[in-house]
């Protein structure tokens, strides 16, 4: 069974930036992507940020030039810097992994709140 681990989230201020981590316990060689989604209270889940093996990304409108993905292969790791934060990022947060077949697996979520 695999498990992913996120931490990072909290409460922070507009303007402010938080950095989420998502530790998973499978090597990165049978990770075909990792994923962000975020879920607002009321809202459906979206997609935030992704980034496959071979490094490419992807990111909502909503987040580009403000959120990073990125991945530490040797540490099973892969971040999400959030930059310039607005009240409507406000969300539990998800960290997905997508193995290579197909499998995909979530995080418990962490919970990011901005205040005005």
């Known amino acids: 069974q695999v498990q992913l681990v996120e931490s990072g989230g909290g409460l922070v201020q507009a303007g402010g930036s938080l950095r989420l981590s998502c530790a998973a316990s499978i090597s990165a060689s049978s990770i075909s992507a990792t994923s962000w989604y975020r879920q607002a209270p009321g809202k459906q889940r979206e997609l935030v940020a992704s980034?496959?093996?071979?490094?490419?990304?992807i990111y909502a409108d909503s987040v580009k030039g403000r959120f990073t993905i990125s991945r530490d292969g040797g540490k099973n790791a892969v971040y999400l810097q959030m930059n310039s934060l607005k009240p409507e990022d406000t969300a539990i947060y998800y960290c997905?992994?997508?193995?290579?077949?197909?499998?995909?697996?979530w995080g418990q979520g962490t919970q990011v709140t901005v205040s005005s």
């Open positions: 997905t992994l997508t193995l290579v077949g197909g499998r995909r697996y």
């Open positions: 980034i496959t093996s071979g490094g490419s990304t």
